[in-house]
Antibody
Framework: EVQLVQSGGEIKKPGESLTISCEGS????????IAWVRQMTGKGLELMGI????????RYNPSFQGQVTISADKSISTAYLQWKSLKASDSAIYYC????????????WGKGTTVTISS | EIVMTQSPATLSVSPGERATLSCRAS??????LAWYQQKLGQAPRLLIR???ARATGIPARFSGSGSGTEFTLTISSLQSEDVAVYYC????????FGQGTKVE
């Protein structure tokens, strides 16, 4: 079974750093793009950025460029989303998703990681 | 950025009735459009790709149509388990999503 397993929920303070993870299984992880999608409470979906684990080619939504870092380690089939200095506005659910090989749509979704930033 | 506009925001449908959801794009997408279903407290899941092709395991009561800038998702006979928010997403350019239609 193809799965994306995300790390658990986090509660952090403004200014702290954070890295959340996403482990793929059931398919050749290196050969599929992995994206991160943000969903703020009660809001819609935003594609933050995407990475190809095979060569770490990474693209960012301009709205998130410089705000987060996306990386991957193909040897352990894991992708990461990192913040250096969190803000209250980073509170959201973050989904790790697999981009289909047939187009830029998302065919496999992780269950999401809830990030709560509060002083 | 391509803007996706969904209507209506909320759709009230009785079990067994047809539900018709609309999605409009600010630019021509050809058929580079997907639909997702998000149930309360769950991650979204892919329903439709390429505007009209059902994803694996999606019941036949879900169908997609349209091309260019106008698209429709139809649920032919609403079941209770179809209560959810439905999003469209374009992928001819950097992917963007509509704001969702809540089916209740």
């Amino acid at each position: 079974e193809v799965q994306l397993v995300q790390s658990g929920g986090e509660i952090k303070k403004p200014g702290e750093s954070l890295t959340i993870s996403c482990e793929g299984s059931g398919y050749r992880f290196a050969n599929y793009w992995i994206a991160w999608v943000r969903q703020m409470t009660g809001k819609g979906l935003e594609l933050m950025g995407i990475i190809y684990p095979g060569d770490s080619d990474t693209r960012y939504n301009p709205s998130f460029q410089g705000q987060v870092t996306i990386s991957a380690d193909k040897s352990i089939s894991t992708a990461y989303l990192q913040w250096k200095s969190l803000k209250a506005s980073d509170s959201a659910i973050y989904y790790c998703v697999r981009r289909s090989e047939w187009g830029y749509y998302m065919d496999v979704w992780g269950k999401g990681t809830t990030v709560t930033i509060s002083s | 950025e391509i803007v996706m506009t969904q209507s209506p925001a909320t759709l009230s449908v009785s079990p067994g009735e047809r539900a018709t959801l609309s999605c409009r794009a600010s630019q021509n997408l050809n058929t580079q459009l997907a639909w997702y279903q998000q149930k309360l407290g769950q991650a979204p899941r892919l329903l439709i790709r390429h505007a009209s092709a059902r994803a694996t395991g999606i019941p036949a009561r879900f169908s997609g149509s349209g091309s260019g800038t106008e698209f429709t998702l139809t649920i032919s006979s609403l079941q209770s388990e179809d209560v959810a928010v439905y999003y469209c997403q374009q992928y001819i350019d950097w992917p963007t999503f509509g704001q969702g239609t809540k089916v209740e």
